[in-house]
């Protein structure tokens, strides 16, 4: 796996991490039927909250972005994208890992939604997120905190 850290976000990250979305969602939005070259990057603008976000830098580089957004005493976990190019070397799981490891110890609820037919579904089911409610374009999955303190996966 490559070197990697998490670095908090300024707001001056927003174009960077606008642009990766694009890119990354782009596939999954076609077959949807959703992509719009200008809404796609238009909703992280209009998402994007710095102090709950974190840019993913591997080899001193830009490599992607996750936030972890308290709400309602759970967190919503969004913003997770990842440049392709890393994909599949663990990075992503070491990310969300890290992220789980502190929501259990603040005995903290996990909450997102991924794209439906997503590859990233995958991940999170790896690390104990399971399906709560799904509509055409959705899924809706929820995680307990981890009894001890470490995340499955």
Request: aromatic share 8%; charged share 30%.
């Amino acid at each position: 796996m490559a070197d990697w850290e998490l670095r908090p976000a300024l707001v001056a990250d927003v174009e960077a991490v606008a642009e990766l979305r694009a890119v990354v969602l782009r596939e999954d939005l076609e077959r949807l039927g959703r992509f719009d070259e200008h809404r796609v990057r238009q909703r992280l603008r209009d998402a994007f909250e710095p102090a709950h976000t974190w840019t993913i830098e591997v080899g001193g580089a830009f490599a992607g972005c996750v936030a972890l957004r308290p709400a309602a005493g759970t967190y919503w976990l969004e913003h997770f994208y990842l440049d392709a190019r890393l994909q599949g070397r663990g990075i992503g799981t070491a990310v969300l890992g890290r992220l789980l490891e502190r929501c259990d110890r603040e005995n903290a609820v996990v909450r997102l939604n991924v794209l439906q037919g997503s590859q990233a579904r995958r991940l999170y089911e790896r690390h104990g997120f399971t399906a709560e409610s799904e509509d055409e374009v959705d899924v809706f999955m929820v995680r307990s905190p981890s009894r001890d303190g470490a995340s499955p996966g």
